[in-house]
């Protein structure tokens, strides 16, 4: 079933009185995209909704698939660019669920960073490291914009939030993570110790290309 890109003025009123419902959740409606994107452009998103955890989450998507309504994520450092006319729809913002440095309990050679947190913390996590902590962004922006390819070899798994709730999966260290399908939002990313010439940071151009395979997920950019 095909997203609605142009709801009508008593759906988002309706989503804005439920949403903060959801335990957790916040609503800002009209909110400037300027204030959330990297080069502080873009016009108003219909709702921004802030969702601190995995479960505030889930709640949100619930609600807004029942009305058809688009939803994309804005990471922190997204490189995906809003025009003046804004955003259609449903912008959640992740909160603490989706941010942090932590040892891995897999493996303690490994650290769990959490999707929306810069890979310049990774700068803490010691000199195996190092390489990945000159990227720019986060996880969950590259992985939502399809450049997963970057992480092959040091990714060694992904957690990610789905319908069905959380799931977590591992990544060889001769694979590349699979491109996210489009109901599930990563919620943090496990990495080994690469050397220091590997992987090689994306290229700085691709932190202005759009963020195509979020706007699949529903949400429209306005002219």
Do not use: Y
């Not at 994309?72 to 997204?78: A, G, T």
């Not at 050679?109 to 010691?126: D, M, N, Q, S």
């Not at 922006?141 to 992904?158: I, Q």
């Amino acid at each position: 079933m095909g997203a609605l890109h142009d709801l009508d003025p008593e759906t988002l009123a309706a989503l804005s009185v439920a949403l903060p419902r959801v335990p957790g959740v916040s609503v800002v409606r009209n909110a400037s995209m300027a204030d959330h994107s990297a080069l502080r452009v873009g016009g108003p998103a219909d709702l921004l909704v802030h969702v601190p955890t995995a479960d505030a989450l889930l709640g949100v998507l619930e609600l807004a698939g029942r009305v058809r309504c688009p939803w994309r994520v804005s990471w922190p450092l997204d490189s995906s660019l809003p025009k003046d006319g804004g955003v259609a729809g449903v912008v959640l913002v992740p909160g603490r669920d989706f941010e942090g440095l932590r040892t891995s309990e897999r493996d303690p050679t490994f650290v769990e960073l959490g999707a929306a947190t810069p890979f310049a913390a990774l700068a803490a996590a010691g000199p195996g490291f190092a390489a990945l902590a000159s990227w720019p962004g986060t996880p969950g922006g590259l992985l939502a914009s399809g450049h997963g390819k970057w992480l092959a070899g040091a990714c060694a798994g992904l957690q990610t939030v789905t319908p069905s709730g959380l799931r977590r999966r591992r990544v060889a260290a001769t694979s590349v993570p699979e491109r996210l399908a489009r109901t599930s939002t990563l919620r943090s990313i496990t990495l080994r110790p690469v050397p220091p010439d590997h992987p090689t940071p994306p290229p700085a151009g691709l932190v202005l290309e759009p963020d195509a395979p979020l706007v699949a997920v529903g949400s429209t950019w306005r002219e």
